[in-house]
């Protein structure tokens, strides 16, 4: 069975960091495009970022550009989110996503993406 895992959230300070990590099981994950959302109680999933499958492409949303990087390490079976600059509004929710292509949809629909993890908590406050 096909399960994607989330780990990595905390609570952190504003302006702190966190690194997400994303590992699959049931498949192998290298040959997917791998993606981000965060999704607040009441608000819709939002698109972070996306990473192709070899990492030679990669989509990042303007609301968290200049502060968050996607990465993958293909031989750990691995997809990592580095959050820097933490804001008190990226408190939410972040899962991992993919639909099984190598390469990143075009725009972030949540609708794309079939599978699912999870989620992991990330608190940002003081």
């Known amino acids: 069975q096909l399960e994607l895992v989330e780990s990595g959230g905390g609570l952190v300070e504003p302006g702190g960091s966190l690194r997400l990590s994303c590992a699959a099981s049931?498949?192998?994950?290298?040959?997917?495009?791998i993606g981000w959302f965060r999704q607040a109680p009441g608000k819709e999933r939002e698109g972070i970022s996306c990473i192709s499958s070899s990492g030679s492409s990669t989509n990042i949303a303007d609301s968290v550009k200049g502060r968050f990087t996607i990465s993958r390490d293909n031989a750990k079976n691995t997809v990592s989110l580095q959050m820097n600059s933490l804001k008190p509004e990226d408190t939410t929710i972040y899962f991992c996503?993919?639909?099984?292509?190598?390469?990143?949809?075009?725009?972030?629909?949540?609708?794309?993406?079939?599978?699912w993890g999870q989620g992991t908590q990330v608190t940002v406050s003081s």
């Open positions: 049931g498949f192998t994950l290298r040959y997917y495009a």
């Open positions: 996503v993919t639909d099984q292509t190598p390469y990143c949809p075009n725009s972030f629909e949540p609708e794309k993406y079939e599978y």
